[in-house]
Each structure stands twice: as C-alpha cells, then as structure tokens.
C-alpha cells in the first residue's frame, strides 16, 4: 500500500458517470484526499465539478468505479447516512427564504 493510500479520507477509484448511458460526464476518476487537505476543483463549465461532488454526497451514484469514505465503500450509502453536507449553487429547497 502506498502512503496515499494509507492516507486518503475520500477516494474516487476509477470513477465514471453517464446520465444517458452514452456520453461520460466523469471518465475514470482517480483521486485521493488525504483527512485535513483543501482541494479546489476548476474547470470549465460542463466540466462534471458538481456531478463529482453530488456523487460524494450521494445525490448521484456513480455509473462504475467506487467511492471510499475513511476507506469503507460509500456508493450504495444514502446521502443522509454519510455525514457530507453540500450547498447548492441555488436554491434547492425553498426557493421564497
């Protein structure tokens, strides 16, 4: 095992998403996060920055691959058994607050 192995507190592993079966919005993400570390991702748009995010929230579930939280699988885990909060580039929930 590697030392970011050993390290990461998420891990996206050979990760793909499809929303049509056909076209791959993530191809093959492999990325590590080590516990404490800040990450910015930047991108244009359309570049699948929030789909990744909505797939480590548990929004969307990736279409392969798998994503680790404190290195147990997490895509089969419900959004609100994770522990992750997301905020949303709009309003989500009650747009009139």
Not at 1 to 22: A, L, N, Q
Not at 25 to 39: A, C, M, R, T
Not at 55 to 84: C, Q, V, W
Request: aromatic residues 10%.
């Amino acid at each position: 095992m590697s030392m970011s192995e050993i390290d990461s507190f998420v891990k996206f592993e050979k990760v793909d998403k499809s929303y049509d079966g056909e076209i791959l919005v993530v191809k093959g993400l492999d990325l590590n996060i080590s516990k404490g570390e800040f990450l910015t991702m930047l991108g244009p748009s359309g570049s699948g920055k929030t789909t990744v995010l909505m797939m480590l929230a548990g929004f969307e579930t990736p279409t392969n691959g798998e994503i680790y939280l404190d290195g147990e699988p997490i895509s089969s885990i419900p959004p609100y058994k994770r522990g992750i909060g997301m905020v949303f580039q709009n309003y989500a929930l009650f747009p009139h607050m």
